[in-house]
């Protein structure tokens, strides 16, 4: 199987596979490294960082549901100084050369720029996503990820102070999401991944209360597979940058089904909880699948969905 | 007197892996009650006592995500879980069969702190709060601690973990709802007149958390140290993910990896789980 | 369990109790009748009807996903004619009494207008139901569904030409469902019904090839009802006019979950196709449950979830 | 001639119900290939040749839909099903071991059209095709037609069905893809000089859709009337969804109560299907 060439290329990043982990789902990879071996993921995406610590939401903070689950974390981190001193600083000892994304969090503009200049001078960041569309908290996060104008803006802002690639994660749960993709490409994004969890809620008919104590939460997992393939090929007939894509992603054959609709890249994320293994299995499957269908490159399936 | 809770715990050395466990015995104990005894030579082997695994109950729909079971006891190359049926899992649980396979992960969590030199621990059961409890008997009654239960249930077949009580521990001291068995009422209504003994220089206890939070509190008065061991929703349970927080003194915290156990002093208890909205 | 009162009240209309069919997924009754006692029904919703027979699209229609299934039917139907001489003349015959809700499909506005007027003088409907929301057809459909004004404009145009329950059915591919809500409301809609379906795309990775020959289609089931709880209860919440809630319904319990998020009553869909007799098994569980609960009046949930 | 479908065919009369039915038997006949036995007293009963049932395969993620299979014979109380291993459904059917439970939609569809006084029937069998021509064929013999039978297959262990067929037909006609039985070749390759004898009066045909496609054109050919049998997707099973259509020249029609049988000519084929894309 030495013979498939795995290497995709984001935003002038090279990743020795497609396989990313999404962020929230892994940590910092510390957690993982007993089960995984980390130099072996194309790249780590971090959990959401802020400038400043976040408690997140109170519990419950989970609910699972049918084929997904329902989160309501809120952002929790201990903030950029800490994340530096902590998570960087162990990624760069314990898996010295693994692109290393980190997932910016903001309640507002200066937020989310202020994380990207903590962290300008740090060796060991190759990148950032843009988190623009998380459910779960009640300023920034999504807001700015269901307006255009609102996507552009912070995206613009974030990019005037890096000249490393830079992701901007979009919502799902937006009428039209080529825009707001369209918009945030316009900006200076070099990549959009999608998608993030659907806006969803659960109600206990015992007790009649919600299930997370914040009411309503994010939908991820196999449920939602059907939407983010839907997203990342309308998106990917779009836009000019590449596309990472996520959502429900279990096995290879779910990356594959991405890679097709148009992903140059993929991330793994509720698969993390149900087998910590997952991304390392998928990119074992990934190199299989090619080999069985005599792909020599794995970027070739990128956007190969036959649609005549 | 600490916890002794940042101790190097010795089953740190283990990490915890992924392992394809076979059912030996799945017996029913009670109306809704099982035992489950599960062929798991790693686990068995590394586990600790208070630690859980986290088990792949079932695939489909209703089983996306793993769930969370304490150790009750580990012996040879077996482990034994104690279930209650709630859910979708745990009743696919109680139709498991000798010789079905299923997928844990494990040990996880942080589990009781046998501080060197106590001689005496009170450890306080609430229904299947027995769980965790089990192996805690057994590793302390080997190690020479005294140890007295105490441990509540609606009625007396509802005493789950009896037997092994009765086995390892110098005194068992059970209170049922229905006066059944032992003194008729609350686990808590026996937990306060054997601290005012005086005797004890530890308390473990698992339970309902707001019966855990009054045996907290009854420690604290009687100047006792106390362990609780808190139940929460797990998604990874590996602590990534942080699902299953708990407020505590030293700050936000994982019940997964952080926990399941943590000192009584160190718990910032959710108001919902306050005596007064019982 | 006599002693249950299972009725309530959509504009206007009674109904013995909550439970109707989903459109689309019950054609108009008689493909079931073998397997429900249809005069249990609260009301039964019929297939999508347009003005002139509509083809639909081509196969396959269907994919199966993880705890749902995409369709891609395009609302083939025999036109309103048809549907007046076979439909309504077999459900007036057979289950006298049972409202009869029809679905009204159109590709521009003088479509849904044109259905609503050849059925005024039918005295076997109960009611309409305008489906501004199909993801499956090209022109109209959705697109009514996603723009307020669109809405709105389709909505006072059939109440202008109707005195009989109006109701409109979201679309909950959108950035923001209640002010679509709201939009339908002020124009003169009775009730609303959400949600449809939310669009997705499977893709065969054997064959490359789109699951659906038309590339996307809804997605239905469990996998999506996360979704329509948390609409139905960010609607509810804003209107004065009752809702009736749908996706995913397969059990009481799940009707349950609705009527609590502040559904008046609910539709069950795709699990029809699983188990035929789903409606009435969840007519039988919404006695027991309120019978188990001490609650009189099932319409005493609607809307009782607990978010304090 | 008509191939009589407009007829009141006699299994009309007996609804489809809801059956809860038991595996009797599994066995493998070749790889991914099984034969399943269930006792299905009511759809054994009432099936009709042609017809098929919808299996609730399992339950979870994997499995909200049932999944449509042919019945291949009913004797008694049983019924059998002959499937292939695809996806997921029929991989949790080859696994299932007697004594377990499924619940049943059936007897589904219009099967296969016998008119009055045929006297010589040709069935084409490619591959797994042959699940509906076993019922179809001892049902010929017993109304004494006359029945030869064209079965295609990869190889010799691959002919599913012979069994039966050398039983009841007059005559068996194989075809091997490598030649390890029959002819070498299609089993259309068999199937127009058997044609070109004359001496049929209709034609039942189930496989590949390009395959039945290529025999009804030989049978229209040879002035012979062809029933065809179509798989779609279903969802419902019951003739509600309108996931299954099949292009007619009577209209777009459902291939789960309209058909699967159809007759040959009004069938307007999908143009995916035609043999120059095969
Ligand atoms: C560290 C720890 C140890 C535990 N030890 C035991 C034990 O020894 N014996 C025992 O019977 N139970 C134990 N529990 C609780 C047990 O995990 C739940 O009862 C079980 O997950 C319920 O699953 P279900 O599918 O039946 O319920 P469902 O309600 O159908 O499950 C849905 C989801 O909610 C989660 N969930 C539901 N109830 C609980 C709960 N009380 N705690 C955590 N997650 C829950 C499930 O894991 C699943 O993700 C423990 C929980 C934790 C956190
Ligand atoms: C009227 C009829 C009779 C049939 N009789 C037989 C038979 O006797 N023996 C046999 O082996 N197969 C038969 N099939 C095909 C059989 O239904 C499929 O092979 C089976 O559904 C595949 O299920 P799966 O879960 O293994 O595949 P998956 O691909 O995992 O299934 C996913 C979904 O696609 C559907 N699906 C997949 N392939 C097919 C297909 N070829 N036809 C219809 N639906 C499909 C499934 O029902 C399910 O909804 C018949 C199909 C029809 C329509
Ligand atoms: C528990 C949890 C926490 C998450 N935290 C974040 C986060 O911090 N930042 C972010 O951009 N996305 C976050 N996400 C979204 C995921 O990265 C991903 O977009 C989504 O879960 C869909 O992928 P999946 O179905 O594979 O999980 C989180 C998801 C989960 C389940
Ligand atoms: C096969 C199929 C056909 C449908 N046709 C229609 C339709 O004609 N008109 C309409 O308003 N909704 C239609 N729908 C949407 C359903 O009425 C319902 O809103 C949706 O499926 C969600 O409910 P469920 O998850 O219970 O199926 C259809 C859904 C399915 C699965
Ligand atoms: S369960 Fe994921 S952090 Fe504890
Ligand atoms: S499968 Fe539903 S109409 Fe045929």
């Known amino acids: 199987m030495s013979s498939v060439d795995l290497r995709v290329e984001i935003a002038g990043l090279e990743l020795a596979n497609p396989v990313m982990t999404a962020s929230g789902t892994f940590a910092s990879g510390r957690e993982f490294a007993d089960f995984v071996d980390l130099s072996r993921l194309g790249a780590i995406v971090t959990k959401g960082v802020s400038l400043v610590p976040w408690e997140g939401n109170p519990s419950p903070r989970m609910a699972e549901t049918a084929s997904g689950m329902l989160n309501s974390i809120g952002l929790q981190n201990p903030g950029v100084e800490a994340f530096r001193e902590r998570d960087l600083a162990w990624l760069a000892g314990s898996v010295p050369g693994l692109p290393v994304i980190v997932n910016v969090s903001g309640h507002d503009l200066a937020g989310y720029v202020g994380v990207i200049e903590a962290l300008e001078d740090e060796p060991g960041v190759s990148g950032y996503e843009l988190n623009i569309s998380c459910p779960n908290v009640d300023a920034g996060g999504m807001a700015f990820g269901t307006d255009c104008a609102a996507a552009a803006e912070v995206t613009a802002a974030c990019r005037a102070v890096t000249a490393r690639p830079l992701i901007v994660k979009l919502s799902p749960n937006v009428t039209d999401i080529v825009s707001v993709a369209r918009s945030v490409e316009a900006a200076g994004a070099d990549a959009v991944s999608l998608i993030n969890t659907l806006l969803g809620m659960a109600i206990d008919t015992s007790s009649f209360r919600p299930k997370l104590a914040r009411v309503v939460g994010g939908l991820s997992g196999p449920a939602i597979k059907p939407v983010a393939v839907r997203m990342v090929w309308q998106v990917a007939s779009a836009v000019e940058i590449p596309v990472i894509g996520m959502g429900g992603i279990m096995t290879a054959d779910d990356a594959i089904e991405f890679m097709l609709a148009g992903a140059t890249a993929v991330a793994v994320g509720t698969a993390n909880f149900v087998d910590p293994t997952s991304t390392v299995r998928i990119v074992d499957g990934l190199a299989e699948f090619c080999h069985a269908h005599g792909v020599g490159c794995v970027s070739d399936l990128v956007g190969a969905v036959d649609v005549s | ?278």
Chains 1, 3 share one sequence.
């Open chain 2, 1 to 278: 007197m600490t916890t002794g809770h940042d101790c190097a715990c010795a089953h740190r050395a283990v990490p915890p892996a992924l392992e394809n466990v076979t059912v030996v015995a799945n017996e029913r104990l009670a109306e809704g009650v099982g035992l489950l005894v599960l062929d798991a030579p790693r686990a068995a082997s590394s586990v600790a006592p208070g630690q859980f695994v986290h088990l792949r109950v079932a695939r489909g729909a209703d089983f996306l995500l793993r769930r969370p079971f304490s150790v009750h006891r580990a012996h040879g190359e077996r482990i034994e879980i104690l279930y209650q049926v709630l859910g979708t899992g745990t009743r696919a649980l109680a139709d498991k069969a000798p010789g079905d396979r299923m997928d844990l992960l494990g040990p996880l969590g942080t589990g009781w702190s046998i501080p060197e030199g106590i001689a005496h621990a009170l450890l306080v059961a609430g229904g299947l709060g027995a769980a965790p409890l089990g192996m805690l008997a057994e590793e302390l009654a080997g190690r020479g601690v005294a140890v007295t239960v105490a441990a509540g249930a609606p009625c007396e077949e509802r005493l789950i973990g009896r037997e092994l009580f009765e086995r390892v521990a110098r005194r068992f001291v059970p209170a049922t709802d229905d006066g059944s068995c032992g003194a008729r009422g609350l686990v808590t209504g026996v937990c306060e007149p054997l601290l005012a003994e005086g005797s004890f220089d530890m308390v473990y206890t698992c339970g309902p958390e707001v019966m855990q939070r009054i045996v907290a509190v009854q420690s604290a008065s009687a100047d006792v140290p106390c362990q609780v061991s808190l139940e929460r929703l797990m998604a990874c349970g590996i602590g990534a993910c942080l699902s299953c927080v708990v407020r505590t003194t030293r700050g936000v915290r994982r019940a997964c990896v952080d926990g399941p156990v943590f000192p009584a002093e160190e718990v910032l208890w959710d108001p919902a789980e306050s005596p007064d909205t019982h």
